[in-house]
């Protein structure tokens, strides 16, 4: 039997022992987020010999610049609203960049309870929240 078993057998020996992924910052992070940028690749493994360990890192490419009304903003992205309590821009069907507010200003939406959460989500169909260019797709996804 080899040495190493490969690559998924020791993430999920690594899962297994309560072992934490690679954190934003360490050096082997950084080179994977590299190497996936350059060959253009949603997710990178990383794989370190000395420990046998490895990672999988995925990566969200679906956040690109766009420009709404004159300006550069981010898609797909929310951010602190000025109408309501959150905005993101995203695009349309048509393929517009479209602002989409949500949420209620000066309301804290406490989806630490349990209970508020489950009728939340049932309240707003949160199983089926529809396209990105409805408030109810970012609602449910903060919730």
Known sequence: ??????????????RARGEEPARKGSKAYKAAKKAAD?????????????TGVGYTLEFD?????AEYQGRDVKLNSPSPGDVKKFKVYVKNNKGNVVKVNFGQKGMKIKKSDPERRKSFRA????????????ARYWSCKKW
């Open 61 to 65: 490419k679906t956040i690109t610049e």
């Open 1 to 14: 039997m080899p040495k190493n078993k490969g690559l998924w057998h020791n993430i999920r020996a690594k």
């Open 123 to 134: 309240r707003h169909n949160c199983d089926n929240p529809g396209p990105k260019t409805k």
């Open 38 to 50: 350059k060959i253009n690749k949603e997710s990178y493994d990383v794989w370190n010999e000395e």
